[in-house]
């Protein structure tokens, strides 16, 4: 039973556009800080953006401007809107979940995004 699952990822070519979604079931979903990390082959994970129960949003300099996190409390779902992919942009992509108050976290499985012409 698995709480956060993503979709989405794909293999694209540089200068191109993917949406992540992860859909998540939470109870209380409005209290989670939910973010998008990745991984890449030979690398450490990283945060790429994440977005808290206010909808302010925090983005890694290597995807500002390219990338938007945003969440839809109705449909427990929060996305990932990548422009201007480049190959660096290679990596799998975890969605996560960490409530604001209460010692719960949560992880999905990942999803590949290629990025190569």
């Known amino acids: 039973q698995l709480q956060l699952v993503e979709s989405g990822g794909g293999s694209v070519q540089p200068g191109g556009s993917l949406t992540l979604s992860c859909a998540a079931s939470?109870?209380?979903?409005?209290?989670?800080?939910m973010a998008w990390y990745r991984q890449a082959v030979g690398k450490q994970r990283e945060l790429v953006a994440s977005?808290?129960?206010?909808?302010?949003?925090n983005y890694a300099d290597s995807v500002k401007g390219r990338f938007t996190i945003s969440r839809d409390n109705a449909k427990n779902t929060v996305y990932l809107q990548m422009n201007n992919l480049k190959p660096e942009d290679t990596a799998v992509y975890y969605c996560?979940?960490?409530?604001?108050?209460?010692?719960?976290?949560?992880w999905g499985q990942g999803t590949q995004v290629t990025v190569s012409s």
């Open positions: 996560n979940a960490v409530h604001q108050w209460i010692s719960h976290t949560a």
């Open positions: 939470l109870s209380n979903f409005r209290f989670y800080i």
């Open positions: 977005i808290a129960s206010d909808s302010s949003t």
